[in-house]
């Protein structure tokens, strides 16, 4: 038997699709189930959740699999928590939906009245890239125990009021949703355990079971006896419990020790225990003994509550967790202080303590291969013992830690002097360290101020870490070590304080940061009273797949059920930056089973490239490669796995070329740039700078973003089978591309393919261009084999391929005057573009374009190259440079005020237009709309009193800092090119009075079919229950534009808008005739008019640059945004606490779809400049290639207060309904955060002595920001001179 997985079994074998793969790795808990099992000893069932993606099947047997589909389906009843989810507007492109319901149902089989921690903790590894969490938080609150308002708010003031006071009539305001429709949860009509599974777990003797696959065999012993033997047997097997070390690769031996036993001196713990298991035995533990015994039980318990996610801890097991042996593990440093051991079985039995010698490099214990780990033993400690775990990690939850440790000290009773300490670090080395000679300074010394000094001199020395090591962030790790010892001290010397020990008044107790997700609040216009009941334009109405996402119903490109004898294509992708191709060799890979064959660009009977803005991009490299990660050819075969094995089994011989270009700095240097370049100048620069007080000059480096759309890049080929036809099920933003790339490629016409968009599970901008490569080599392995082909990239080789946001790095000179006045400034924007030109001229155009942000600068230039580089080529993402281009703005008026002393949002509002106003491009604008937004901006968050609340606050705290900003954004919606902002809609109108909409726009999550059902509504004057939108596809709608510039509705919506008018004038005979009858009466005898296209056409746009001038966006979006935060200064973790955003969109056509692309968009800000960062080799090899190594926000990082407003009473005559695009432009505003953390930095600096401008590069991680508040930990760290060492990773 072929080794197999729940979720493969989920995916193909039993067509059960609603678990999606995200990942692959249990990073992204797309693919939640839930297990449960029967313990015939208690009779008893346990329920959790699980990765499917990482649960073997062949462990599952005796356990029960509950999928999405299980719990509840459109076809007979929807489940609570489908439905809340759902109708909280919790669901957007739908395909991280089904892990959420199940994570949260997994979680009420256990509490059916959770707490919100309960929640989110629940909900921590389940990652989305389109709400940004909140809805689905607000879906799943409606279960929690605790009032979800006012008491949860905690301060008497109701959280949905305005200003909190009772005595203000509110006018009742419209919500989202009406917790009042939502069906009870009760849990006595859940699924009940398979009674066959009881009788099977109580009748059945229990025998070895045995499996034999391809290449691997699983044996499942009965007894700890024949597992020994087994093991004594094959050494090399590993022992499989939780899977999530070894993952997808190789399994055998399952077996589950699984006890506790309490002893005097501790407690025995069962190897096999689950970390949950472990966690919630000893929260069972701690309160049955005094508190001197569970000092080391706490801190583990500490360290699990942030290990891995839920769906980890419930299947990882203690003994894979230690004898994993990872260098950043977050148990081991504290089993370690902790003095505990280890009871290991062979051939005998013997008992190993866990200290630095157990522990002997990545995944290396001293253990012999055969041992097997059966119990752990956790000892009491003793009074006068004190025991902490810390950690610091890229991301709050869910995140490997990047420096984890436990620290234990002991004195003797009433003393200060140290008899005993110990100290141990993760993420310092290849595995857990000991600080030994730390401690040796340490014992029998006082713990004070002055031995601890000594103690971080020594210890900085002992855990050095070579300026190239391999993880890199070099100085952060090891600023941390001191920091977080530092933390240690603290807590010892309150210890000490509350015992009476010391009487030294003790400094400042460093709390966590806060954590509890409040109620937010959404605002949006109620529609007038004259509306009819009938029309939902402007009403929140729920995506209309909402309830298909939650219940799994909802169908992505790869749940396509395969077609008979359907082939698996894997792509070959080089592993040099620069070489040339020597040979090829597929001899291997022809030879495995299942391989079908290796396409080469040979085998392209039409163009072997596709034209990008001007140049021509191969398909499949043939004689040269320029980065890691292209495409050089592509195996088919009858299966994934066996596809996979092929590309393997490729060969390819290169010879290096030299000097490939990574960074920007190298090929401005070399002057390797994609033409044209752009410069945009008004009033007069250079003359500006002689007459004004003051000029400054900066620099700005913004990092890149992956997409990481949650269903990876997705398509099948299918060869009709006649007059080479071809159907192309894809999941792209511009299924009109994808057409022309497969007919131009098989070289045939455009009539003979047929491109279909269901829906996407995600895109961002990263399903356009690449995605017409990926479909035209897909068609050609279609055309080769005559067989239908699936592609669907595995999310290492999605992140590898098909490229990510550029990153920008900028230079700016600006010149101002002492009264804040900017007078001048020019700004210099690269862009790293990376192998291919792609759109990347137009990314650069489009950050000149915004380069004045919302301010009236007199004298401004701007100039925009695209480097030209060895990595992988970048793409179009949410923004297209806008978010870049602002960066640099902002933070340029931020250096400003820095430099004169005064507050940022003074010198923004200083600067802002104001009245009649003209771009640098000449274009007149009004800025009456973005002035209200500023405006209501800073009175909804009571921006002055909160301002002075966070001086005070930082007054008051050293360790701890809050910052605060308001940011605003002028974005200009449409495409600049007239030819792109055109669209068409097709409506047909069946005799029984159904509707069918067909449009130019993908839904991918935007709800832009739920939109343009409403258009359709309002028009045609039915309900939307009678409208119907299939799926977007070539052969009904022609020539589409792609859904993208926040333009989709705008352009579409008026299509359809059109195509309705008509066919509602084209019934006035029948509704004159027969005034009183229906609808279906009407259209029954209008049969031959009952189908229209139409078309739109949008304002022509352009820009012209060589007069520096034009109209390249049709309105503009506004919006404001307000974010506070606080900051850990020693770590440089921070929450946001609270963020408001006001954005005018218009009239919204549908406010809960609007609001959820606002949350979202910012969630994405915020992971662009706070988190996500590309990491890449010194050979431009991309690390950060899956969940664990990138972070996108999780529920951690949601702001624990997120309000919404949408502007009131604004109107846009240039789009549908007055409403306005808002697809992408409020990304830019994450950047508030990225600012507030900036500010708080500010703060610490300033408790250091240091004030002025200072440089910050986005994103503001952790690291960075730790390491900018230049703490006394930070400064002693010696720093390596650039270019004297090979850095891990390159700063591209
Ligand atoms: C998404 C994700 C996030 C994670 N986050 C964190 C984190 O934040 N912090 C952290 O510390 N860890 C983290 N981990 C690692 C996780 O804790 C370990 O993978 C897990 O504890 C290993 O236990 P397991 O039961 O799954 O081991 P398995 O994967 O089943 O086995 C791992 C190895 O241990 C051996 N082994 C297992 N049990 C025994 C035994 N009893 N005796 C001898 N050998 C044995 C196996 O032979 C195998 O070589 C994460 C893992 C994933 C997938
Ligand atoms: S697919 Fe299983 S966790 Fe991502
Ligand atoms: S709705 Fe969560 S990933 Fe799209």
Not at 136 to 163: H, K, L, M, S, Y
């Given at each position: 038997?072929?080794?197999?997985?729940?979720?493969?079994?989920?995916?193909?074998?039993?067509?059960?699709?609603?678990?999606?793969?995200?990942?692959?790795?249990?990073?992204?808990?797309?693919?939640?189930?839930?297990?449960?099992?029967?313990?015939?000893?208690?009779?008893?069932?346990?329920?959790?959740?699980?990765?499917?993606?990482?649960?073997?099947?062949?462990?599952?047997?005796?356990?029960?699999?509950?999928?999405?589909?299980?719990?509840?389906?459109?076809?007979?009843?929807?489940?609570?928590?489908?439905?809340?989810?759902?109708?909280?507007?919790?669901?957007?492109?739908?395909?991280?939906?089904?892990?959420?319901?199940?994570?949260?149902?997994?979680?009420?089989?256990?509490?059916?009245?959770?707490?919100?921690?309960?929640?989110?903790?629940?909900?921590?590894?389940?990652?989305?890239?389109?709400?940004?969490?909140?809805?689905?938080?607000?879906?799943?609150?409606?279960?929690?125990?605790?009032?979800?308002?006012?008491?949860?708010?905690?301060?008497?003031?109701?959280?949905?009021?305005?200003?909190?006071?009772?005595?203000?009539?509110?006018?009742?305001?419209?919500?989202?949703?009406?917790?009042?429709?939502?069906?009870?949860?009760?849990?006595?009509?859940?699924?009940?355990?398979?009674?066959?599974?009881?009788?099977?777990?109580?009748?059945?003797?229990?025998?070895?079971?045995?499996?034999?696959?391809?290449?691997?065999?699983?044996?499942?012993?009965?007894?700890?006896?024949?597992?020994?033997?087994?093991?004594?047997?094959?050494?090399?097997?590993?022992?499989?419990?939780?899977?999530?070390?070894?993952?997808?690769?190789?399994?055998?031996?399952?077996?589950?020790?699984?006890?506790?036993?309490?002893?005097?001196?501790?407690?025995?713990?069962?190897?096999?225990?689950?970390?949950?298991?472990?966690?919630?035995?000893?929260?069972?533990?701690?309160?049955?003994?005094?508190?001197?015994?569970?000092?080391?039980?706490?801190?583990?318990?500490?360290?699990?509550?942030?290990?891995?996610?839920?769906?980890?801890?419930?299947?990882?097991?203690?003994?894979?967790?230690?004898?994993?042996?990872?260098?950043?593990?977050?148990?081991?440093?504290?089993?370690?202080?902790?003095?505990?051991?280890?009871?290991?079985?062979?051939?005998?039995?013997?008992?190993?303590?866990?200290?630095?010698?157990?522990?002997?490099?990545?995944?290396?214990?001293?253990?012999?291969?055969?041992?097997?780990?059966?119990?752990?033993?956790?000892?009491?400690?003793?009074?006068?013992?004190?025991?902490?775990?810390?950690?610091?990690?890229?991301?709050?939850?869910?995140?490997?830690?990047?420096?984890?440790?436990?620290?234990?000290?002991?004195?003797?009773?009433?003393?200060?002097?140290?008899?005993?300490?110990?100290?141990?670090?993760?993420?310092?080395?290849?595995?857990?360290?000991?600080?030994?000679?730390?401690?040796?300074?340490?014992?029998?010394?006082?713990?004070?101020?002055?031995?601890?000094?000594?103690?971080?001199?020594?210890?900085?020395?002992?855990?050095?870490?070579?300026?190239?090591?391999?993880?890199?962030?070099?100085?952060?790790?090891?600023?941390?070590?001191?920091?977080?010892?530092?933390?240690?001290?603290?807590?010892?010397?309150?210890?000490?304080?509350?015992?009476?020990?010391?009487?030294?008044?003790?400094?400042?107790?460093?709390?966590?940061?806060?954590?509890?997700?409040?109620?937010?609040?959404?605002?949006?216009?109620?529609?007038?009273?004259?509306?009819?009941?009938?029309?939902?334009?402007?009403?929140?109405?729920?995506?209309?797949?909402?309830?298909?996402?939650?219940?799994?119903?909802?169908?992505?490109?790869?749940?396509?059920?395969?077609?008979?004898?359907?082939?698996?294509?894997?792509?070959?992708?080089?592993?040099?930056?620069?070489?040339?191709?020597?040979?090829?060799?597929?001899?291997?890979?022809?030879?495995?089973?299942?391989?079908?064959?290796?396409?080469?660009?040979?085998?392209?009977?039409?163009?072997?490239?596709?034209?990008?803005?001007?140049?021509?991009?191969?398909?499949?490299?043939?004689?040269?490669?320029?980065?890691?990660?292209?495409?050089?050819?592509?195996?088919?075969?009858?299966?994934?796995?066996?596809?996979?094995?092929?590309?393997?089994?490729?060969?390819?011989?290169?010879?290096?070329?030299?000097?490939?270009?990574?960074?920007?700095?190298?090929?401005?240097?070399?002057?390797?740039?994609?033409?044209?370049r752009r410069m945009i100048e008004r009033g007069n620069v250079t003359e500006a700078f002689e007459k004004v007080d003051q000029i400054y000059e900066g620099e700005m480096r913004i990092g890149g973003q992956e997409h990481f759309y949650m269903e990876p890049q997705s398509m099948v080929v299918v060869p009709v089978?006649?007059?080479?036809?071809?159907?192309?099920?894809?999941?792209?933003?511009?299924?009109?591309?994808?057409?022309?790339?497969?007919?131009?490629?098989?070289?045939?016409?455009?009539?003979?393919?047929?491109?279909?968009?269901?829906?996407?599970?995600?895109?961002?901008?990263?399903?356009?261009?690449?995605?017409?490569?990926?479909?035209?080599?897909?068609?050609?392995?279609?055309?080769?084999?005559?067989?239908?082909?699936?592609?669907?990239?595995?999310?290492?080789?999605?992140?590898?391929?098909?490229?990510?946001?550029?990153?920008?790095?900028?230079?700016?000179?600006?010149?101002?005057?002492?009264?804040?006045?900017?007078?001048?400034?020019?700004?210099?924007?690269?862009?790293?573009?990376?192998?291919?030109?792609?759109?990347?001229?137009?990314?650069?155009?489009?950050?000149?374009?915004?380069?004045?942000?919302?301010?009236?600068?007199?004298?401004?230039?701007?100039?925009?190259?695209?480097?030209?580089?060895?990595?992988?080529?970048?793409?179009?993402?949410?923004?297209?440079?806008?978010?870049?281009?602002?960066?640099?703005?902002?933070?340029?008026?931020?250096?400003?005020?820095?430099?004169?002393?005064?507050?940022?949002?003074?010198?923004?509002?200083?600067?802002?237009?104001?009245?009649?106003?003209?771009?640098?491009?000449?274009?007149?604008?009004?800025?009456?709309?973005?002035?209200?937004?500023?405006?209501?901006?800073?009175?909804?968050?009571?921006?002055?009193?909160?301002?002075?609340?966070?001086?005070?606050?930082?007054?008051?705290?050293?360790?701890?800092?809050?910052?605060?900003?308001?940011?605003?954004?002028?974005?200009?919606?449409?495409?600049?090119?007239?030819?792109?902002?055109?669209?068409?809609?097709?409506?047909?109108?069946?005799?029984?009075?159904?509707?069918?909409?067909?449009?130019?726009?993908?839904?991918?999550?935007?709800?832009?079919?739920?939109?343009?059902?409403?258009?359709a509504s309002r028009e045609l004057r039915i309900p939307t229950s009678k409208i119907y939108i299939s799926e977007t596809g070539t052969n009904t709608v022609p020539n589409t534009c792609p859904s993208a510039a926040s333009f989709g509705t705008d352009a579409n919506g008026m299509a359809v808008k059109n195509a309705?008018?008509?066919?509602?004038?084209?019934?006035?005979?029948?509704?004159?005739?027969?005034?009183?009858?229906?609808?279906?009466?009407?259209?029954?005898?209008?049969?031959?008019?009952?189908?229209?296209?139409?078309?739109?056409?949008?304002?022509?746009?352009?820009?012209?640059?060589?007069?520096?001038?034009?109209?390249?966006?049709?309105?503009?979006?506004?919006?404001?945004?307000?974010?506070?935060?606080?900051?850990?200064?020693?770590?440089?973790?921070?929450?946001?606490?609270?963020?408001?955003i006001v954005v005018d969109i218009g009239r919204s056509v549908n406010p809960s779809v609007d609001i959820g692309q606002i949350e979202g968009a910012f969630m994405q800000g915020l992971g662009l400049f706070t988190l996500e960062e590309l990491k890449f080799s010194p050979s431009g090899l991309l690390y950060t290639?899956?969940?664990?190594?990138?972070?996108?926000?999780?529920?951690?990082?949601?702001?624990?207060?997120?309000?919404?407003?949408?502007?009131?009473?604004?109107?846009?005559?240039?789009?549908?309904?007055?409403?306005?695009?808002?697809?992408?432009?409020?990304?830019?505003?994450?950047?508030?955060?990225?600012?507030?953390?900036?500010?708080?930095?500010?703060?610490?600096?300033?408790?250091?002595?240091?004030?002025?401008?200072?440089?910050?590069?986005?994103?503001?991680?952790?690291?960075?920001?730790?390491?900018?508040?230049?703490?006394?930990?930070?400064?002693?760290?010696?720093?390596?001179?650039?270019?004297?060492?090979?850095?891990?990773?390159?700063?591209?």
């Amino acid at each position: 038997m072929r080794a197999e997985f729940a979720a493969s079994l989920t995916f193909s074998s039993v067509r059960l699709t609603g678990t999606k793969s995200g990942c692959g790795g249990g990073g992204c808990g797309a693919c939640t189930v839930m297990v449960s099992r029967y313990q015939p000893a208690t009779k008893t069932f346990t329920h959790y959740s699980a990765n499917a993606c990482l649960l073997p099947l062949c462990q599952l047997h005796g356990a029960a699999v509950t999928t999405v589909e299980g719990i509840g389906s459109s076809k007979t009843r929807i489940h609570p928590v489908q439905e809340r989810i759902a109708k909280a507007h919790g669901s957007q492109c739908g395909f991280c939906t089904p892990g959420m319901v199940m994570s949260t149902y997994a979680l009420l089989r256990n509490k059916p009245q959770p707490t919100m921690e309960d929640i989110t903790q629940a909900l921590a590894g389940n990652l989305c890239r389109c709400t940004g969490y909140r809805p689905i938080v607000d879906g799943c609150r409606t279960f929690c125990q605790e009032a979800n308002c006012c008491q949860a708010n905690g301060d008497g003031n109701c959280c949905r009021n305005g200003d909190g006071n009772p005595d203000t009539p509110e006018e009742e305001k419209p919500q989202l949703f009406d917790k009042e429709d939502f069906l009870p949860l009760d849990p006595t009509q859940e699924l009940i355990f398979p009674p066959e599974l009881i009788l099977m777990a109580e009748t059945a003797n229990p025998e070895t079971l045995t499996f034999y696959g391809e290449r691997t065999t699983w044996v499942s012993p009965t007894s700890l006896e024949e597992l020994v033997q087994l093991k004594a047997k094959h050494p090399k097997a590993p022992l499989v419990m939780g899977n999530t070390n070894i993952g997808q690769q190789h399994y055998q031996l399952p077996f589950l020790v699984n006890a506790f036993l309490p002893s005097c001196a501790g407690v025995w713990v069962g190897a096999g225990c689950s970390l949950s298991e472990l966690r919630s035995l000893l929260e069972k533990l701690v309160p049955q003994f005094p508190e001197e015994k569970t000092e080391l039980f706490r801190a583990l318990n500490q360290q699990l509550g942030n290990l891995g996610n839920q769906q980890i801890r419930n299947v990882a097991t203690l003994g894979g967790n230690i004898v994993s042996a990872y260098p950043n593990s977050d148990l081991n440093p504290v089993l370690a202080v902790g003095n505990c051991k280890v009871s290991v079985i062979s051939r005998g039995r013997r008992e190993v303590p866990l200290n630095q010698d157990f522990f002997m490099g990545f995944g290396k214990t001293i253990l012999n291969p055969e041992e097997i780990v059966v119990s752990v033993f956790i000892p009491f400690t003793r009074k006068g013992e004190f025991v902490r775990a810390f950690r610091q990690a890229p991301r709050k939850e869910a995140s490997f830690a990047t420096v984890s440790t436990g620290m234990r000290v002991f004195f003797s009773e009433g003393s200060r002097v140290v008899q005993d300490v110990s100290l141990y670090y993760g993420g310092m080395g290849p595995t857990t360290v000991s600080a030994t000679k730390t401690c040796a300074a340490i014992i029998a010394k006082p713990w004070d101020d002055e031995t601890l000094s000594k103690a971080y001199d020594i210890l900085l020395d002992e855990l050095a870490l070579p300026p190239s090591a391999p993880g890199g962030k070099v100085e952060f790790r090891r600023s941390l070590t001191l920091s977080l010892l530092f933390k240690f001290h603290l807590e010892v010397l309150q210890k000490l304080r509350e015992t009476n020990v010391i009487k030294d008044e003790v400094p400042e107790k460093i709390s966590p940061l806060p954590r509890e997700i409040q109620p937010g609040l959404q605002e949006f216009q109620a529609v007038s009273k004259d509306q009819s009941a009938q029309d939902p334009v402007g009403r929140p109405i729920m995506h209309r797949s909402a309830v298909g996402h939650a219940t799994g119903e909802a169908v992505y490109c790869d749940d396509i059920p395969k077609t008979d004898g359907e082939l698996f294509l894997g792509l070959v992708t080089s592993s040099r930056a620069h070489a040339k191709i020597t040979a090829v060799d597929v001899s291997q890979a022809l030879q495995l089973p299942g391989v079908v064959d290796v396409i080469t660009a040979q085998d392209i009977p039409g163009k072997k490239f596709r034209p990008m803005t001007g140049q021509k991009e191969e398909l499949m490299a043939e004689t040269e490669v320029s980065c890691i990660g292209q495409i050089i050819c592509a195996v088919v075969a009858d299966t994934r796995a066996h596809a996979k094995r092929g590309v393997a089994a490729v060969k390819i011989s290169y010879e290096d070329l030299p000097d490939p270009i990574f960074t920007i700095e190298d090929a401005i240097e070399k002057s390797s740039y994609y033409e044209p370049r752009r410069m945009i100048e008004r009033g007069n620069v250079t003359e500006a700078f002689e007459k004004v007080d003051q000029i400054y000059e900066g620099e700005m480096r913004i990092g890149g973003q992956e997409h990481f759309y949650m269903e990876p890049q997705s398509m099948v080929v299918v060869p009709v089978g006649e007059e080479m036809e071809f159907d192309v099920y894809i999941s792209t933003q511009w299924p009109s591309l994808m057409q022309e790339a497969v007919a131009e490629t098989l070289g045939i016409s455009s009539n003979r393919v047929t491109c279909h968009v269901k829906r996407l599970g995600g895109a961002f901008g990263g399903k356009v261009t690449k995605t017409s490569h990926l479909a035209s080599i897909t068609s050609v392995a279609a055309l080769k084999t005559n067989r239908a082909v699936r592609c669907v990239l595995e999310r290492g080789d999605d992140m590898l391929i098909t490229g990510a946001r550029h990153p920008v790095t900028a230079r700016y000179k600006v010149g101002f005057m002492k009264d804040g006045r900017i007078v001048a400034a020019d700004m210099e924007y690269y862009s790293n573009a990376g192998n291919t030109i792609d759109e990347s001229t137009l990314v650069v155009e489009k950050i000149l374009m915004h380069m004045d942000n919302v301010y009236n600068i007199p004298n401004l230039r701007g100039r925009g190259a695209a480097c030209r580089t060895n990595l992988p080529s970048n793409t179009a993402f949410r923004g297209f440079g806008v978010p870049q281009g602002l960066m640099v703005v902002e933070n340029m008026i931020n250096d400003v005020a820095v430099v004169l002393g005064r507050p940022a949002d003074e010198i923004r509002e200083i600067n802002m237009y104001r009245g009649p106003s003209v771009t640098h491009y000449k274009l007149e604008f009004s800025p009456d709309n973005f002035l209200r937004c500023w405006d209501e901006c800073k009175l909804k968050c009571d921006y002055s009193a909160r301002r002075k609340a966070v001086d005070q606050f930082n007054k008051q705290s050293r360790w701890k800092k809050r910052g605060m900003s308001i940011i605003p954004i002028k974005y200009g919606v449409a495409f600049a090119e007239s030819f792109l902002n055109q669209a068409a809609a097709l409506v047909h109108i069946y005799k029984d009075g159904s509707v069918l909409v067909t449009h130019g726009g993908t839904e991918m999550g935007q709800g832009i079919h739920t939109k343009m059902q409403q258009v359709a509504s309002r028009e045609l004057r039915i309900p939307t229950s009678k409208i119907y939108i299939s799926e977007t596809g070539t052969n009904t709608v022609p020539n589409t534009c792609p859904s993208a510039a926040s333009f989709g509705t705008d352009a579409n919506g008026m299509a359809v808008k059109n195509a309705c008018e008509i066919l509602y004038q084209r019934l006035e005979p029948m509704r004159k005739k027969d005034p009183n009858g229906s609808w279906e009466s009407w259209v029954r005898f209008n049969r031959k008019l009952n189908i229209l296209i139409d078309c739109w056409r949008g304002e022509d746009l352009y820009m012209d640059w060589e007069k520096m001038e034009g109209r390249p966006g049709a309105y503009f979006t506004f919006g404001v945004c307000c974010c506070e935060v606080e900051l850990d200064c020693l770590t440089g973790d921070y929450r946001t606490l609270r963020t408001d955003i006001v954005v005018d969109i218009g009239r919204s056509v549908n406010p809960s779809v609007d609001i959820g692309q606002i949350e979202g968009a910012f969630m994405q800000g915020l992971g662009l400049f706070t988190l996500e960062e590309l990491k890449f080799s010194p050979s431009g090899l991309l690390y950060t290639r899956g969940p664990s190594q990138y972070k996108i926000p999780a529920i951690c990082d949601v702001p624990l207060r997120f309000n919404v407003y949408l502007l009131k009473d604004s109107d846009n005559p240039h789009a549908i309904y007055s409403s306005k695009g808002i697809g992408e432009p409020v990304v830019f505003l994450g950047s508030a955060a990225f600012f507030a953390i900036k500010d708080a930095v500010a703060a610490a600096r300033s408790d250091s002595g240091l004030v002025g401008p200072f440089t910050l590069s986005s994103p503001a991680t952790p690291e960075r920001a730790c390491l900018a508040c230049n703490s006394q930990f930070t400064q002693k760290i010696p720093t390596s001179k650039p270019g004297s060492f090979k850095p891990w990773a390159l700063d591209i």
